[in-house]
Protein backbone atom coordinates (compact mmCIF):
# COMPACT_ATOMS: atom_id res chain seq x y z
CA UNK A 1 0.00 0.00 0.00
CA UNK A 2 1.28 3.27 -0.85
CA UNK A 3 1.91 6.02 1.79
CA UNK A 4 -1.02 9.04 1.86
CA UNK A 5 -0.33 11.34 -0.94
CA UNK A 6 -0.51 14.45 0.78
CA UNK A 7 3.46 14.98 -0.26
CA UNK A 8 1.93 14.84 -3.59
CA UNK A 9 -0.27 17.71 -3.35
CA UNK A 10 0.56 20.75 -6.32
CA UNK A 11 3.00 22.33 -4.65
CA UNK A 12 4.69 25.66 -6.23
CA UNK A 13 5.73 23.73 -9.28
CA UNK A 14 2.81 23.13 -10.40
CA UNK A 15 1.06 26.68 -9.15
CA UNK A 16 3.55 28.37 -11.56
CA UNK A 17 2.93 25.87 -14.30
CA UNK A 18 -0.50 26.97 -14.24
CA UNK A 19 0.04 30.59 -14.24
CA UNK A 20 2.23 29.94 -17.40
CA UNK A 21 -0.91 27.28 -18.88
CA UNK A 22 -3.08 30.76 -18.53
CA UNK A 23 -0.62 32.62 -19.89
CA UNK A 24 0.15 30.52 -22.86
CA UNK A 25 -3.59 30.09 -23.78
CA UNK A 26 -4.70 33.71 -23.49
CA UNK A 27 -2.41 34.04 -26.37
CA UNK A 28 -5.22 32.50 -28.11
CA UNK A 29 -7.40 35.08 -27.90
CA UNK A 30 -5.91 37.25 -30.40
CA UNK A 31 -7.31 34.73 -32.57
CA UNK A 32 -10.29 33.45 -30.53
CA UNK A 33 -12.50 34.81 -33.50
CA UNK A 34 -10.56 32.44 -35.74
CA UNK A 35 -10.46 29.40 -34.21
CA UNK A 36 -14.31 29.71 -32.99
CA UNK A 37 -14.84 29.33 -37.01
CA UNK A 38 -12.61 26.20 -37.60
CA UNK A 39 -13.17 24.35 -33.76
CA UNK A 40 -15.10 21.43 -34.15
CA UNK A 41 -18.92 22.52 -33.10
CA UNK A 42 -19.53 20.10 -29.95
CA UNK A 43 -19.43 22.15 -27.14
CA UNK A 44 -19.13 18.57 -24.76
CA UNK A 45 -17.69 15.42 -25.08
CA UNK A 46 -18.93 11.95 -25.41
CA UNK A 47 -19.58 9.63 -22.15
CA UNK A 48 -16.60 7.57 -20.78
CA UNK A 49 -16.31 5.20 -18.23
CA UNK A 50 -15.71 6.85 -14.58
CA UNK A 51 -13.80 5.02 -11.59
CA UNK A 52 -12.37 6.58 -8.41
CA UNK A 53 -8.30 4.87 -9.14
CA UNK A 54 -7.09 7.35 -6.10
CA UNK A 55 -9.72 7.13 -3.59
CA UNK A 56 -7.37 5.57 -1.41
CA UNK A 57 -5.34 8.26 -1.38
CA UNK A 58 -7.62 10.87 -0.76
CA UNK A 59 -8.66 11.43 -3.47
CA UNK A 60 -12.46 10.70 -4.09
CA UNK A 61 -12.82 12.24 -7.92
CA UNK A 62 -13.87 10.26 -11.06
CA UNK A 63 -11.55 9.61 -13.89
CA UNK A 64 -11.20 8.10 -17.00
CA UNK A 65 -7.91 6.03 -18.31
CA UNK A 66 -6.64 8.30 -21.15
CA UNK A 67 -6.02 5.28 -24.11
CA UNK A 68 -3.43 3.11 -24.44
CA UNK A 69 -2.62 4.16 -20.48
CA UNK A 70 -2.22 1.19 -18.38
CA UNK A 71 0.58 0.33 -21.29
CA UNK A 72 -0.78 -3.36 -21.41
CA UNK A 73 -2.12 -3.85 -24.89
CA UNK A 74 -1.43 -1.56 -28.16
CA UNK A 75 -0.48 1.97 -27.16
CA UNK A 76 -3.44 3.18 -29.45
CA UNK A 77 -2.01 6.20 -30.88
CA UNK A 78 0.78 7.13 -28.18
CA UNK A 79 4.26 8.49 -29.66
CA UNK A 80 7.24 7.26 -28.09
CA UNK A 81 10.81 8.59 -28.38
CA UNK A 82 14.38 9.05 -27.03
CA UNK A 83 14.52 5.80 -26.27
CA UNK A 84 10.95 5.72 -24.08
CA UNK A 85 9.65 1.71 -24.43
CA UNK A 86 7.42 -0.31 -23.43
CA UNK A 87 8.55 -2.44 -20.45
CA UNK A 88 7.99 -5.20 -17.67
CA UNK A 89 5.98 -4.09 -13.87
CA UNK A 90 3.15 -2.50 -13.39
CA UNK A 91 1.96 -0.05 -10.46
CA UNK A 92 0.89 -2.66 -8.00
CA UNK A 93 -2.64 -0.82 -6.48
CA UNK A 94 -4.64 -2.09 -9.55
CA UNK A 95 -5.97 1.23 -10.04
CA UNK A 96 -7.30 -0.10 -13.23
CA UNK A 97 -9.34 -2.52 -11.67
CA UNK A 98 -6.89 -5.39 -12.22
CA UNK A 99 -3.30 -5.60 -11.73
CA UNK A 100 -1.20 -5.00 -15.03
CA UNK A 101 2.65 -6.05 -15.54
CA UNK A 102 3.44 -3.33 -17.94
CA UNK A 103 4.33 0.11 -17.49
CA UNK A 104 6.42 2.57 -19.79
CA UNK A 105 9.99 3.50 -18.73
CA UNK A 106 11.25 7.34 -20.38
CA UNK A 107 15.15 7.62 -20.06
CA UNK A 108 16.52 11.44 -19.59
CA UNK A 109 15.74 13.67 -22.92
CA UNK A 110 12.93 10.55 -23.67
CA UNK A 111 9.41 11.88 -24.19
CA UNK A 112 5.85 9.69 -24.47
CA UNK A 113 2.64 11.78 -26.00
CA UNK A 114 -0.60 9.94 -25.74
CA UNK A 115 -3.47 10.15 -28.63
CA UNK A 116 -5.46 13.45 -28.54
CA UNK A 117 -8.73 12.98 -26.97
CA UNK A 118 -11.72 15.51 -26.64
CA UNK A 119 -11.77 17.31 -23.34
CA UNK A 120 -14.37 20.20 -22.24
CA UNK A 121 -14.74 22.94 -19.59
CA UNK A 122 -15.18 20.13 -16.94
CA UNK A 123 -11.84 18.05 -17.95
CA UNK A 124 -9.82 19.86 -15.63
CA UNK A 125 -7.23 17.56 -14.34
CA UNK A 126 -4.79 14.73 -15.06
CA UNK A 127 -3.00 12.22 -12.73
CA UNK A 128 -1.24 8.84 -13.01
CA UNK A 129 1.35 6.49 -10.95
CA UNK A 130 5.38 7.39 -11.60
CA UNK A 131 8.33 5.95 -10.26
CA UNK A 132 12.27 5.90 -10.84
CA UNK A 133 14.13 3.02 -12.01
CA UNK A 134 17.18 5.11 -9.50
CA UNK A 135 16.78 6.55 -6.30
CA UNK A 136 14.80 9.57 -7.70
CA UNK A 137 13.78 11.14 -10.91
CA UNK A 138 12.05 13.89 -12.51
CA UNK A 139 9.56 14.44 -15.23
CA UNK A 140 7.99 17.33 -16.96
CA UNK A 141 4.08 16.69 -17.52
CA UNK A 142 2.85 18.70 -20.36
CA UNK A 143 -0.39 19.56 -22.67
CA UNK A 144 -0.46 19.58 -25.99
CA UNK A 145 -3.08 22.01 -27.76
CA UNK A 146 -4.57 21.16 -31.14
CA UNK A 147 -5.16 24.36 -32.70
CA UNK A 148 -5.42 25.61 -36.21
CA UNK A 149 -2.53 27.58 -36.05
CA UNK A 150 -0.48 24.66 -35.32
CA UNK A 151 0.18 22.52 -31.58
CA UNK A 152 0.29 24.31 -28.69
CA UNK A 153 2.97 22.71 -25.79
CA UNK A 154 2.63 24.05 -22.54
CA UNK A 155 4.31 22.65 -19.52
CA UNK A 156 2.21 22.21 -16.29
CA UNK A 157 4.57 21.16 -13.63
CA UNK A 158 6.96 19.11 -12.52
CA UNK A 159 6.75 15.52 -11.64
CA UNK A 160 9.40 13.83 -9.05
CA UNK A 161 9.67 10.07 -7.96
CA UNK A 162 11.17 7.87 -6.06
CA UNK A 163 12.25 4.18 -6.57
CA UNK A 164 9.05 3.25 -5.07
CA UNK A 165 5.51 3.73 -7.34
CA UNK A 166 3.51 6.54 -5.97
CA UNK A 167 0.53 8.56 -7.50
CA UNK A 168 1.68 11.92 -9.06
CA UNK A 169 0.42 15.11 -8.14
CA UNK A 170 -2.77 16.54 -10.09
CA UNK A 171 -2.03 18.28 -13.03
CA UNK A 172 -4.14 20.57 -14.46
CA UNK A 173 -5.52 20.27 -18.94
CA UNK A 174 -6.35 23.96 -18.70
CA UNK A 175 -9.32 23.31 -20.50
CA UNK A 176 -11.65 25.57 -18.60
CA UNK A 177 -9.82 28.75 -19.84
CA UNK A 178 -9.69 27.04 -23.42
CA UNK A 179 -13.17 26.62 -23.50
CA UNK A 180 -13.98 30.18 -22.00
CA UNK A 181 -11.97 31.74 -24.91
CA UNK A 182 -13.19 29.88 -28.10
CA UNK A 183 -17.09 28.07 -26.25
CA UNK A 184 -15.64 24.66 -28.22
CA UNK A 185 -14.01 21.55 -27.12
CA UNK A 186 -10.42 20.66 -27.43
CA UNK A 187 -8.09 18.28 -28.89
CA UNK A 188 -5.63 17.71 -26.32
CA UNK A 189 -2.73 15.42 -26.28
CA UNK A 190 -0.47 14.66 -22.86
CA UNK A 191 2.98 14.93 -23.56
CA UNK A 192 5.60 13.42 -20.61
CA UNK A 193 9.02 14.07 -21.10
CA UNK A 194 12.19 12.84 -18.25
CA UNK A 195 14.77 15.01 -17.21
CA UNK A 196 16.45 13.30 -14.77
CA UNK A 197 16.68 9.76 -14.06
CA UNK A 198 14.55 6.97 -16.25
CA UNK A 199 10.84 7.38 -15.59
CA UNK A 200 8.41 4.87 -15.25
CA UNK A 201 4.69 6.24 -15.80
CA UNK A 202 1.79 3.85 -15.57
CA UNK A 203 -2.33 4.50 -15.77
CA UNK A 204 -2.75 7.88 -16.99
CA UNK A 205 -6.17 9.12 -16.00
CA UNK A 206 -8.52 11.83 -16.90
CA UNK A 207 -10.69 13.84 -14.83
CA UNK A 208 -13.78 14.27 -16.75
CA UNK A 209 -16.03 15.57 -14.24
CA UNK A 210 -16.18 18.87 -12.41
CA UNK A 211 -15.96 18.15 -8.64
CA UNK A 212 -13.46 20.23 -7.27
Known sequence: MFPHTSR????????RASLSLLGSLALLAGGAGTFAGTAA???SCPSVPLSQP????????????VAGGSFEGPLE????SGGASVVPG??????TGS???????????????????CVGAAEQMFRFFTRSEGASGLLVPQVVYKTPFG?????VGLSSSTAAWAPSAIFHTGAQIFFALTGETAEVALRFSSITG???IDDVFLDPRLHR
Open 77 to 80: GWTL
Open 198 to 200: TNR
Open 41 to 43: AAT
Open 99 to 117: LGHYSLAIPPGGSASSPFM
Open 151 to 155: NLTVP
Open 90 to 95: SEPAAA
Open 54 to 65: FAPYGDSGYYTL
Open 8 to 15: FAPGHHVL
